[in-house]
């Protein structure tokens, strides 16, 4: 039995022994396992005792297979807590208070990360996870969990946030708003540039927010303009994103936006926008001033055309082609000069000429040299055609005159290369250096855009400054100079320049600085806009030296009636200073210099022409002469512009004016010359005919019947024939003295005359005729009328013709009155007046001339021949005194006034002694005043 029992017992112990082996065994195996986790979960494992300082750390850095809970003994942080070996960081206080408040609550903690030390080693980055450990009766016994060393991801991820940062600085520094829209058109992000070019505030550019939230929030703020929101959002949405397109966009504020859509592969879009107002406003000034160009041309008076280098037709003018007889555009572009020859010979231009030496004298012309030629139309016209060389190689014709207009020909050509989704595609270079001058990024366009001139990540300033200098990128110069001059730039402050290329091409090169230290250079090509601003001022320049050589004064004025351009001849030929017309200045202002310097006239009526050249309708053509108040006589043409301005063309016809008045003045005399003599011959057959048939019906009368003519007859017959002769013997010594006086050659003697005793005999002279029409002639002359010095049979002659005259028109119970008095300055009046007929106004100098009576026919009341008052005014001219008439009116009588100077009125001083006295007819007394 005990056997039996003895037995049992031992498959019990064998049973147990085997149980405990099996759970060794499973321990063991969980023990590995355990071992196995804890070495692949973290660096090292750590316990805190209940004061939470570290009492336990595992090794670190295990090899595989070794123990990972062997204890690190002598380490510096056992007996510290974690608060000694961490390094605070600004901006960790939340992630530290809430492990305070686990701490505090003895809760389970995970991937707690920050920065430690250790002793003397470099600062780490670590990242522990924890569990509270409490006793068999559930008091706190302190933490434990594991630690890993995070610092290589860390590292890593502070350098990508940097790079980031750095990328996103350097865009948002970029003159182009770039914003980026995810597949589902929510905002990623935009950078700075983009609100401002935008015109919106940097605010409503949110991360997150849908596309048509974002345009509707522009077209509320109005940057869309007028309209409404929902319908910008709906044309905005209507635009295809999936494909690149670009437009251009005018904002309220005038300004002019180039905008370009690029799909992305992850089904977003990027758009770039850009501020490309200088560039159209350039392209505007670049079409208007080729309008002016163009109109300027079109007005000009003179006929342009010019030649390239080639010798082919460039441009022209219509008055080209008007003044040498062609049809109109009959000269046309690329046309050579021998072609336009070609045709004017054909149209018989050259038929009064050798054709063919003539052509062949044009055609040999050495067009470097300035020509001039004079030639004849067969319709008379006389042509100044010159040929002026030009500064590109060609040549300028031009007809009449020397002005030429080139027609603007090329327009800015093309654009700089336009913004791109991202970087890599922006169209202008971007190269990025770091705080320590390095090259960290480059797009390809900057690769593009200086090809010749590489560079390469990692490169220094200073490595691509000096590979630049010695290849010549900075121009001609030493090298070292030029490396030191770009070197010393400050990039600490925004800086723009422009260069030229050793391959000719011309780029804008700006820098920029960067928060990091660094700073970003950013290169566009700007060829073609240097190209344009160079064609457009040479062009400028070649206008201008073709409107400063013509003989034509040109001033243009735009439609608020301002000075636009106008060229030296203008200011001279108005008389104004050559600054005076400058741009801008009103035509007002012109004005009123003219005014003030009479060039209108006097008084009202100069301001009125002022006022009415003011208000001048410049929309139609118009033309006018001016005289300025030195004599000149301007041609003054207003011709209107499109843009509602005019140019007004002034030219100096004063020479031209002088010839025509001249011209018309001869005709005027030779005129009145014709109708002298016509008068003359009537006038003279009617005055000679009528005493000739006197003598010869009263010889007639004696010759034919003698025996019955007794001796009173004949005696009466021989008074008439006596009567008549002594007529035509009067009549002719008028004619002779008349033919005297305008040959210049009368002669005066000095007689010391009695006026009275003159007077008194001329009455006598006149009596029996006075009786004979009714007529009463008195005399009225002061008793101490003093003698005076000249001829006194002239002086009879001239006071018996002004008698005679009143006499004759007084008619009965006419009163006819000599009178005399000695006027203020000494001189002498002798007046002859009557209560005649009387003179109209225009008609009293009309009456001195030769042959001239107030009823010019033949049957006219009152005979003579009209040389009476002719001669006498003559003869008081030759006295050195003057005749007039005066007269009221037909009706109220005539008063004839003869005066004789001071020099001529004697006193009674005795003839001096050495007087050449004893000379028959002369007098020696000295004149009185």
Known sequence: MEGADHGASGDRSRAEIEALRIACAMLEARERRLRDFAYASGDWFWEQDASLRFSWLSQREVPPGGDVLAPRLGDPMLGRTRDDNAIRAPGDEAMWAAHAAALAARRPFRDLTYRSRRATEAPFWVRISGVPVFGADGTFAGYRGIGRDVSAEMESAETARRQSALLRDTLDRLPVGIILYDADQKLIWANASYAATAGVEKAMLTPGRSLAEIIRAFAEQGAYGPGAAEDFVASALAIDRTRSSRRTRRLPDGRSIDVRYEPLPDGGHVICAMDVTPLIEAESQARLRALEIDTVLARLRTGVCVYGADHRVKLKNRRYEELLGLPLDAVQPGMQVRDVMRLLRERGEFDALDPEAYLARVLRMDRARPHVTRRVRPNGTVLDIASDPLPDGGFMISANDITALSRAEDEARGRAAMLDAILANLPHGVAVYDRFRSVTMFNPAYTEIMDGAPIALGDTIIDVVQRRAEAGEYGPGEAQEMIARELARDIGVPQRRRRMRPNGTAIDVRSAPLPDGGHVSVVTDITPVVEAEAEAMRRAAMLDTMLEHIRHGICMFDRDRRVVSANRMAAQLLQHAPDFLAPGRHQAELVAALLARGDFGEGEEAASRAREYLTRDRSISTIHRRTRSDGHVLDVRSDPTPDGG?????????????????????????????????QFLATMSHELRTPLNAIIGFSDALMHDPARAGAAKIAEYAASINEAGRHLLALINDILDVARIEAGRIDLAEDRVDLRSLAESCRRLMEPTARTTGATLTLALPADLPRVRGDERRLRQVLLNLVSNAVKFSGSAGQVRIGARVAADGGLAITVAD????????????????????????????????????????????????LHLESAGPGTGTTAVMTLPAFRVLGVQPTPPDSPAGTPGRTAWSSTK
Not at 837 to 855: A, H, K, S, W
Not at 868 to 873: D, F, I, K, P, Q
């Open 646 to 678: 005019f140019v007004v063309t002034y030219t100096d016809v004063t020479d031209q004016t002088e010839a025509e008045q001249g011209l018309r003045a001869a005709k005027e005399q030779a005129e009145a010359a014709s109708r002298a003599k016509s």
């Open 835 to 882: 209560n005649g007929i009387g003179i109209d106004g225009p008609e009293l100098e009309r009456v001195f001339q030769p042959f001239t009576q107030l009823d010019n026919s033949l049957s006219r009341r009152f005979q003579g021949s009209g040389l009476g008052l002719y001669l006498s005014r003559a003869l008081a001219a030759a006295h050195g005194g003057s």
